[in-house]
């Protein structure tokens, strides 16, 4: 990588994990306040997925592929659960 590519990472890593970190104080807070079981439902995934992009950024600071893989898989499970977890809502509710 080149010195000035090295530079903008040195920058821009703490600041994208800033934003990660208050996107996640965002997620807590709808979390918390969600009036409903779906808010709650997709709180919960935003702040998988915000962590899921943490693993990310880890993974370029420290120059391993291998937790990008994992955060690829969390991305998946993640998902999956939400989907999983919309359908028992929905039929729940059809009650």
Known sequence: ??????TM?????PAV???L???TALGIVRLI???SMPDHVVALDLIGTIFAGVIT???IRVDEPVYI???LVLGLVLFLGTVAIGYFLERR???
């Open 1 to 6: 990588m080149s010195e000035i590519g090295a």
């Open 9 to 13: 990472l040195a920058w821009t890593l």
């Open 17 to 19: 994990m800033a934003a």
């Open 21 to 23: 970190a208050i996107a």
């Open 33 to 35: 306040r969600g009036p």
């Open 57 to 59: 950024v880890y993974a």
């Open 69 to 71: 893989y994992a955060s």
């Open 93 to 95: 509710a059809a009650r």
